[in-house]
């Protein structure tokens, strides 16, 4: 990906208030939960673009919960 590119990325995020991090996680433990909470499917488990989803979809119902709960 070129310098360009990731800049665009990286602009359109953040005017849309979003914002990339780097979080070091366990690499067997995080698909094993994202399987059981129902936010990967068991075949899944090597793809990183689905596990990306499924962090993307469980971090939405944590966040959802909260403000249910606010």
Do not use: F, N
Request: hydrophobic share 35%; glycine share 8%.
């Amino acid at each position: 990906m070129s310098g360009k590119e990731r800049m665009r990325r990286y602009r359109r995020r953040t005017s849309s208030g979003r914002r990339c991090i780097l979080i070091e996680i366990d690499e067997v433990s995080l698909p094993e939960t994202l399987v059981a909470g129902g936010y990967l499917d068991a075949a899944q488990t090597d793809d990183m673009d689905a596990i990306r989803r499924g962090i993307e979809r469980m971090h939405s119902d944590l966040a959802a919960m909260h403000m249910r709960d606010a």
